[in-house]
């Protein structure tokens, strides 16, 4: 049953959450079983995988509603259970998605004037994710909360035309996330510097930012004039404010504007504080802390390039600031230049070698682009610090990130291969979260590589407990059934991934290789020809089914599977000749079956020039020169078999039967003697 069509559109902006992760699989069919999709990745504590048991919980919810068997203690099936559990994946997974669009629009920037005026814009609904495992770094303090503003290209340093002030501020207050505890350098408050976090960061892409810039443009040129004198009177108010305050009294101006910049910046006033930053600047351009404090503002609106000018300005004002070299590390890998961050990563530790943050992010920029190893060393080095050390800011930094420290390592040593130590930490992570379903996953996954089945089992039942609606550890168990040739009880697991979600083609496939080693062919080809109706990109739903058409006789549509194969698959990458040469000597089978001799000369022919020594497709061949009464071929076939393989009892008797017919009552004789000679020595090997 289709799933309702308000959950259905909601599911389209959400890929984006779901990573893949396989294990190895047993062969059925020739070919193996699928795993699906696994939420090894993205998965928050047991958060993540609540998005999908709401998905799957709807699904259930909408297949069963009328089915009068079911029982779910109050029979309470009905709309109100389904649009609950649409409403919640929807929260769950889409508010994001919701606001971001909502912003992409010129009626929301008209009407959120009026709706700040009005005071009824409300905070929005934000998801945090703390323990997921992602191509970002993680949290490694509490500083810089997420924002949800990068979309809003303001001004560049040159050209500093923005909303007017009081706009922005209402704007903001009303909107952005208030939890920004920004990491003092020193105790110095006119001081503070923020350090940025590498996680918690969105921003939108680079088509979205352009029309927002062309949106704010064409809305500024209806308020330019009013708002230009606004903001020149609101500057002027401001800066008599700050001189007629009794601690600013001694300051110099570029000093005073540097401080109103950290305070805006506190409030989440990105905007006004880059305006102030410019501002102090302009009074001294020699305070490399202006600069840093500068570029990281430019970063939290998304001003990647401006924040990397930003700290080159300050790198050279001050050379021997570690923490200028770690934010811009962190920049360089929003921006995907991982080398540039590595490099910078390792400037600062080379600077301030105690700082555990600056090897936590190397380390975990490291796993991005697979340089596991050297992941493993700066997390070892950090764990064994932790151990060794109860320095207080130590024991901070080991509450906030000890888990995901764990949880990475044993994500790196698993892409290693290297089973037993990446256990070692998946179990040291489920003592310290017991709920955490992505490490009993692994743990499942691990212990199934190894053949621990009975290991793996347990961490499949485990998530059940957790996560009644996770389809990855129902499937998962199926797997296993199958495996130890319990086809029957695989079954069965198989049904209920199917009940939670029937829009899941690998689900389909793998109950149909159980059905087929129960020789069950036909409900095996239903199943997986209801795989590939819903996905018709996996080539080996097709070998799967060609190979059952073929076990059961149906020549004709086994045909059909192999011209799809061919033309959809194989000949355009035409390099695997494995493949090709599977599908033309089964191809040619099928028409030989089916006594189309010439179409079945064509495929074994084709067959032959990527493996002329096999002897199946010879004798098929001979056997067709036969029928065709070319005997000259067929005895060339029948010779060269016989040579390849002098014990073959078969091509003894064929070639004796030919010999027979073209008078050659000799060499007939002979061939019929070997072949006797040959079935003797077959029996005595038996005995």
């Known amino acids: 049953m289709k799933l309702p069509e308000k959950l259905e559109n909601q599911l389209n902006k959400s890929n984006s959450m779901s990573m893949s992760l396989t294990f190895n699989t ?37 297949n069963n ?31 994001k998605e919701m606001h971001n669009e909502r912003k992409n629009s010129l009626f929301f920037y008209k009407s959120t004037l009026n709706q700040i005026e009005k005071g009824s814009i409300e905070t929005n609904k934000t998801t945090n994710f703390s323990d997921t495992e992602s191509n970002e770094c993680h949290l490694l303090t509490n500083d810089c909360a997420s924002d949800k503003t990068n979309s809003i290209r303001l ?97 110099k101006k570029w000093e005073i504007l540097y401080i109103k910049g950290i305070e805006c910046r506190k409030n989440g006033q990105f905007e006004k504080s880059l305006e102030y930053f410019t501002e102090s600047i302009i009074e001294n351009r020699n305070n490399f802390k202006t600069y840093f404090n500068r570029g990281f503002t430019y970063y939290k609106l998304n001003f990647l390039e401006e924040s990397i000018e930003d700290y080159n300005q300050s790198i050279k004002l001050n050379p021997n600031y570690s923490y200028t070299y770690y ?109 955490h379903v992505s490490s009993y996953n692994h743990l499942a996954n691990l212990y199934f590589n190894t053949n621990n089945y009975k290991k793996s089992l347990e961490n499949y039942k485990k998530i059940i407990e957790i996560e009644p609606y996770f389809t990855p550890a129902y499937h998962g168990i199926g797997i296993i059934y199958n495996k130890m040739e319990n086809y029957k009880k695989a079954i069965e697991y198989f049904n209920k991934c199917i009940e939670l979600d029937n829009t899941n083609a690998v689900y389909y496939h793998n109950r149909g290789c159980s059905y087929k080693s129960l020789n069950d062919i036909n409900k095996a080809i239903k199943d997986i020809s209801i795989a590939i109706e819903l996905n018709n990109k996996e080539k080996i739903f097709y070998e799967n089914r060609v190979f059952m058409y073929q076990k059961n006789g149906n020549y004709e549509l086994a045909i059909k599977d192999y011209d799809i194969l061919y033309n959809n698959f194989e000949k355009k990458e035409n390099n695997n000749y494995d493949k090709l040469f599977e599908i033309f000597q089964g191809r040619g089978l099928c028409y030989f079956e089916m006594h189309l001799y010439d179409k079945a000369l064509l495929d074994f022919n084709q067959a032959l020039q990527i493996n002329n020594n096999n002897l199946f497709c010879l004798y098929k061949r001979a056997k067709i020169y036969e029928f065709k009464n070319d005997i000259n071929n067929c005895l060339n076939d029948l010779n060269k078999i016989i040579e390849i393989d002098n014990m073959n009892q078969k091509a003894y008797l064929k070639r004796a039967e030919i010999y027979e017919k073209i008078n050659k009552l000799n060499e007939s004789y002979k061939d019929y003697e070997k072949a006797l000679l040959i079935g003797k020595m077959l029996e005595k090997n038996k005995m």
């Open 155 to 251: 001004m560049s340093q040159e050209n500093k035309k923005v909303f007017s002030e009081e706009i922005l501020s209402k704007f903001y207050n009303n909107n952005e996330n208030k939890n920004n505890n920004i990491i003092n350098d020193n105790n110095n408050n006119n001081n503070e510097q923020c350090i940025l976090n590498i996680s918690n960061i969105s921003c939108f892409s680079e088509n979205s930012t352009s029309f927002v810039t062309e949106t704010l443009n064409l809305f500024q040129n209806t308020t330019k004039e009013n708002n230009n004198n606004k903001n020149n009177i609101n500057n002027k108010e401001n800066l008599l404010d700050i001189s007629q305050n009794e601690k600013y009294k001694n300051m």
């Open 26 to 62: 047993d062969n059925i069919c020739n070919n193996p079983l699928l795993t699906s999709e696994d939420f090894n990745n993205n998965i928050n504590n047991h958060f993540y995988p609540l998005c999908q048991i709401h998905k799957n919980k709807a699904y259930f919810y909408n």
């Open 65 to 95: 509603s009328n089915n009068k068997n079911y029982d779910n203690n109050n029979n309470n099936l009905n709309k109100i259970d389904i649009d609950k559990e649409i409403n919640n994946y929807i929260n769950d997974n889409t508010i």
């Open 327 to 435: 934010n811009r590390g962190i920049v360089y890998d929003k921006m995907n230049q991982y080398n540039n961050s590595i490099k910078d990563f390792t400037t600062a530790i080379e600077l301030n070698n105690k700082k555990l943050e600056f090897y936590f992010n190397r380390g975990s920029v490291y796993k991005i682009i697979n340089k596991y190893l050297n992941a493993i060393e700066d997390f070892t080095f950090i764990i064994k610090n932790l151990e060794n050390n109860n320095d207080n800011n130590y024991e901070i930094f080991k509450k906030q990130n000890y888990f995901y420290i764990y949880y990475t390592r044993a994500i790196c040593y698993e892409k290693l291969n290297n089973f037993q130590s990446a256990i070692n930490d998946f179990e040291y992570c489920v003592k310290m979260k017991s709920y």
